[in-house]
């Protein structure tokens, strides 16, 4: 089967030692996938953007980390077993958390958010605020830290991860205002292969597994 994805940390590290480019959360429990399931999975490397579409179009197999959304479920099964939660989280300049108190604060500011990433409601479909996409989160806070951008949205533990590896401690700090939404990670197969779908149910029974029997806590200790 042929895996998607970028790095998205810590659940997909990039590590050029790996055979895979990757370490990291996603990536430990795809090998145990493979181990259950006695199946290989290549993980290959592309932007965000192009995984969806690959997923499309059937030239990828699966993605993991994928959050729920009602337009990539009409290309995209969701195995359904959240294995994480991630939760929304807003960034500014160092001394200016205390302006974003409250969702209406963000209007009149520029927020940069990743591209094709989906957050919570009202912020994804909200027209009327100035929100600026770029690829990645590691982007989003380099250039909030240039002052090119009011606020970033991105997802926590993910977002803090790298504003601790890119030496932002000092520089950047999360707004007052913080979303309560949580957003459930998936590990979807395309709806065009025939070869991922027919391993969707085992792949439910070993992810129901690895939840009860402390696999995947196990996994993420490794990571905090």
């Not at 380099?142 to 997802?155: C, E, M, S």
Request: charged residues 25%; aromatic residues 10%; proline residues 5%.
């Amino acid at each position: 089967m042929v895996m998607v994805t970028e790095q998205w940390p810590p659940f997909r590290i990039n590590d050029e030692k790996s055979p895979s480019g990757f370490r990291g959360i996603d990536i430990d429990i795809v090998r145990k996938l493979e181990e259950v399931l006695g199946i290989t999975i290549e993980i290959q490397r592309v932007p965000w953007a192009r995984a969806l579409e690959m997923m499309r179009n059937g030239q990828a197999d699966m993605v993991t980390g994928a959050a729920h959304t009602v337009e990539r479920e009409i290309f995209m099964h969701y195995v359904p077993v959240s294995y994480y939660a991630v939760h929304p989280v807003f960034y500014t300049q160092k001394g200016k958390g205390q302006v974003i108190r409250s969702y209406q604060d963000l209007y009149g500011k520029t927020i940069g958010y990743s591209l094709n990433s989906a957050y919570f409601e009202p912020f994804n479909s909200d027209t009327k605020l100035n929100k600026v996409g770029l690829s990645t989160e590691s982007q989003l806070l380099q250039v909030l830290a240039l002052k090119r951008l009011d606020l970033v949205i991105g997802t926590e533990p993910n977002i803090s991860y790298d504003r601790a590896r890119l030496g932002y401690l000092e520089v950047l700090e999360p707004t007052v205002y913080q979303p309560l939404e949580k957003t459930e990670l998936f590990i979807t197969l395309s709806r065009k292969s025939k070869k991922a779908m027919e391993y969707g149910p085992g792949m439910e029974r070993a992810l129901r597994t690895f939840m009860k029997d402390g696999t995947i806590k196990a996994l993420l200790r490794e990571y905090r």
